[in-house]
């Protein structure tokens, strides 16, 4: 049986990585990696696959940047010829980004089967250009592997309950694989934080928080005016957006670094006492490791995350020093995303239907 996945973003390279373990362990897999360049940086690509122990990517379309149209219609224009060569069983698009879409897309006007990993997830805010590429991705796909029991109702209610099947969230795999490999090693922080005292880790990159230089300019002034210091990881999205509107991301609480590794990233999290970002990936992972989250967003499309106070919404900035401030949980975490056998679960859900 021949997978192709499609990837190209950083929260996919996490999520690949164990999908790729997971098929190098069955002898009937042969597993193709397609790169679509959407992150082309290598401190948001390359470094992932070395980290991570991902085979190299057989096919890299090295489309870069652009607008949502001119990134997806270069994916599209590659993805054809790579899938005409290939003719997989499936096709195993990850998440939401451009790159889910267009392999989806590719492969469904070609009559190839497309298998949704990580489907079901809704934030129900149109706004968000994520939100489109994973309904339009489930409605298209053949097999929606679906991480939690809240993304199965959010199938069943568009009328995609016979094409989904539950197997657990991917990057549990990884997470708590890689959490306990850098357990008791020293955290990878931007200078001038010391890791023996409290501090915070920080990401910012969507683009209701980033295109509007005023709400950016409110976020970054919350997080500078913080009681702990906070590692802020720069994405390269922030950045472009904080020269554009003259902002200075450093200064007071925040000390600013690039982004960091993976394995680096989940070491910090681990040792700090608050996450602030408004990334999906991250709220998630800052609850598998008992860090409490504030959430830059409206909404969340890990609603399991919001029991008992261990990740917040935090819609106003100015709430931001309330939020990140508040005592630690004591609940229990409950293990909504699974046992950490996700991948495999996964792969052999496309065997048995190849």
Not at 333 to 349: I, L
Request: glycine letters at 8%; hydrophobic letters at 45%.
């Amino acid at each position: 049986m021949k997978i192709l996945s499609v990837v190209g973003a950083r929260p996919q390279f996490v999520k690949l990585a164990a999908i790729a373990d997971a098929a190098a362990q069955r002898d009937d897999v042969e597993h193709v990696i397609v790169h679509t360049g959407q992150h082309y940086d290598a401190a948001m690509s390359d470094v992932f696959f070395a980290d991570l122990r991902i085979p190299a990517p057989d096919v890299n379309l090295a489309v870069g940047s652009g607008t949502h149209g001119r990134q997806t219609g270069a994916m599209l224009t590659g993805m054809d010829e790579v899938l005409a060569e290939h003719r997989p069983d499936w096709t195993l698009v990850y998440g939401d980004t451009n790159s889910t879409l267009a392999g989806t897309l590719s492969a469904v006007k070609m009559h190839l089967r497309v298998a949704h990993l990580e489907a079901g997830l809704r934030s129900f805010n149109r706004r968000m250009p994520e939100e489109h590429n994973r309904v339009l991705t489930d409605h298209a796909a053949d097999l929606l592997l679906a991480p939690t029991e809240v993304a199965r109702g959010h199938l069943a209610a568009e009328g995609l309950a016979e094409r989904t099947l539950v197997t657990g969230d991917v990057m549990t795999d990884v997470c708590l694989r890689v959490a306990e490999s850098v357990r008791g090693t020293e955290p990878a922080l931007p200078e001038g934080i010391d890791h023996s005292a409290p501090f915070a880790v920080a990401t910012i990159h969507r683009a209701d928080n980033t295109d509007d230089p005023d709400r950016l300019r409110a976020i970054v002034t919350a997080l500078q005016g913080l009681d702990v210091p906070l590692a802020l990881f720069a994405h390269p999205r922030l950045v472009a957006a904080a020269e554009a509107a003259g902002i200075e991301l450093a200064g007071g609480a925040v000390h600013v670094g690039e982004p960091v590794a993976y394995p680096d990233l989940v070491g910090a999290v681990q040792r700090a006492s608050a996450v602030v970002t408004d990334s999906g990936g991250l709220q998630k992972e800052a609850y598998l490791l008992g860090t409490p989250c504030s959430t830059i967003r409206t909404e969340t499309e890990w609603v399991e995350t919001l029991e008992d106070d261990w990740n917040r919404l935090v819609s106003d900035p100015q709430e931001l020093g309330v939020a990140v401030s508040r005592p630690q949980p004591t609940a229990e975490r409950a293990p909504h995303y699974g046992d950490g056998r996700a991948a495999a679960r996964s792969v052999d859900a496309l065997r048995e239907r190849a």
